[in-house]
Each structure stands twice: as structure tokens, then as C-alpha cells.
């Protein structure tokens, strides 16, 4: 079975950085994608990024040049690097994973996503 954990959350002052992890375990097809989600109080879940194994990637405009996603193709672990982070950053941020490869542009599709890891909570004073 497929097992994403997420790891690196946690309590930091607005513009502080995080660097949150995603480790797949488990069989995966040669050809997916993998994303970053975040549900924040009040707010529908979103997607925050997604990269594929070409490196190509896709970002809310919101964050996009706050947060950086990654991916580690020897260890198949996804990254996310979150600079300049402001109170409505908090919430619990998760990992989720394609079945098989979806380009990553344009909006995330959750439906696009059948593996998701437990999360990481994210919280942001100040």
C-alpha cells in the first residue's frame, strides 16, 4: 500500500520559514504527481502545489513566490519551502499523490489525488 507522511510543521513567527516533508512509501507507478494541500480555518482545502518527475510545477498565485515545492527523485520525498509566512498560513497542511502522472498546471484537482498523507499543522503568530 501507498503511505505518504508529512513531517516539518509547526509554530513559527510571521515571516519565519518552513520546510515541510513528504515521504512516499509503498509501491508507486513510474508516472505520477504529487501536491500539497492546505485546509485553513474558514477556507475550503486548497491546493498549494504540485510537481511531477519532470520537475514541472504549479503553484496557487497567492503563494506562488512564497513557497517553492521540490521533489527529492533519489529518495522520492516532495518538499515545500515556505518563506515569509503570514498568520493566514496556519492550518494543517497535506501530502497527496496521483495514481498516475497529471501535469501539473493550472488549479489542483483533488480528485486528481487518491493517496494522502495524515498532515502537518502549520500555525503562524503575529
Known amino acids: 500500500q501507498v503511505q505518504l507522511v508529512e513531517s516539518g510543521g509547526g509554530a513559527v513567527q510571521a515571516g519565519g520559514s518552513l520546510r515541510l516533508s513528504c515521504a512516499p512509501s509503498g509501491y508507486t507507478l513510474r508516472f505520477v504527481s504529487l501536491a500539497w494541500f492546505r485546509q485553513v480555518p474558514g477556507k475550503q482545502r486548497e491546493g498549494v502545489a504540485a510537481?511531477?518527475?519532470?520537475?514541472?510545477?504549479t503553484y496557487a498565485d497567492s503563494l506562488r513566490g512564497r513557497f517553492t515545492i521540490s521533489k527529492d527523485n533519489a529518495g522520492n520525498t516532495v518538499y515545500l519551502q515556505m518563506n515569509g509566512l503570514i498568520p493566514e498560513d496556519t492550518g494543517m497542511y497535506y501530502c497527496a499523490m496521483t495514481r498516475a502522472w497529471v501535469r501539473p498546471v493550472g488549479p489542483l484537482n483533488e480528485d486528481d489525488y487518491h493517496y494522502w498523507g495524515q498532515g502537518t499543522q502549520v500555525t503562524v503568530s503575529s
Open positions: 510537481i511531477d518527475r519532470y520537475d514541472e510545477t
